[in-house]
């Protein structure tokens, strides 16, 4: 049982390019969330995915894009990285929706030049 | 409205001392307040949460304490140890919604 697991764990970017950070978890959640974490800012939700089939924009989802791909994976893209993307990025999950316990990967951390 | 206001930024303790962090919020619909600690290099991990039902709630040296009127929770861990030194995040849902507004952390260190 691995929980959350996130690949890659670290990444360099020139600015312009693309990539996809990738989420899965094993504990059959039904929501997923994708995180930034700047040094004095917390953790502000990028995109989130209450169900299957689902997805909707959090606090700060310019420049990113979503796929829920099955129930396992949630998947965040970023298709032209700026350096105001450079963070460390954090997939959760949960069972009970926004009351229930958020299960956190480990991070990608996100260097954009 | 949205905000929740987290102090201190850092906190330093001796071994054996009281740690205590503050968060106050505006918004009165916010009805589920979780603590969560991060250690360096990992991913946050939920420590302790509360409803506005309660004023308080204690898991082993862990104690949330809530004002609702004063729309104020705070953490405190008691006989604070070594391996207490994380960064803890407070947060803040609504029912019927899946979005946590998270508190900025607080860096605790905790001297041996």
């Known amino acids: 049982n691995a929980g959350v697991t996130q690949t890659p764990k670290f990444q360099v970017l020139k600015t312009g390019q693309s990539m996809t950070l990738q989420c899965a978890q094993d504990?059959?959640?039904?929501?997923m969330y994708w995180y930034r974490q700047d040094p004095g800012m917390g953790l502000r939700l990028i995109y989130y995915?209450?169900?299957?089939?689902?997805?909707d924009k959090g606090e700060v989802p310019n420049g990113y894009n979503v796929s829920r791909l099955n129930k396992r994976e949630f998947s965040l893209r970023l298709e032209s990285a700026a350096p105001s993307q450079t963070s460390v990025y954090f997939c959760?999950?949960?069972?009970?929706?926004?009351?229930?316990?958020?299960?956190f990967g480990p991070g990608t951390r996100l260097l954009v030049l | 409205q949205q905000q929740v206001k987290q102090s201190p930024q850092s906190l330093i303790v001796q071994k054996g001392g009281i740690s205590i962090i503050n968060c106050a919020y505006e918004?009165?619909?916010?009805?589920?307040f979780p603590w969560y600690q991060q250690f360096p290099g990992k991913g946050p991990a939920l420590l302790i949460a509360?409803?506005?039902?309660?004023s308080e709630k204690k898991e082993g040296r862990f104690t949330i304490s809530f004002n609702k009127s004063a729309k104020q929770f705070s953490l405190h861990i008691m006989d604070s140890q070594p391996g207490d030194s994380a960064t803890y995040f407070c947060?803040?849902?609504?029912?019927?919604?899946?979005?946590?507004?998270f508190g900025t952390g607080t860096r605790l260190k905790v001297l041996a």
């Open positions: 959760a999950s949960s069972e009970l929706g926004p009351m229930g316990t958020q299960y």
């Open positions: 504990m059959n959640h039904n929501s």
């Open positions: 995915s209450a169900s299957e089939g689902t997805t």
């Open positions: 918004n009165t619909a916010f009805d589920y």
């Open positions: 509360i409803r506005p039902d309660v």
């Open positions: 947060a803040a849902s609504f029912s019927g919604t899946y979005k946590y507004i």
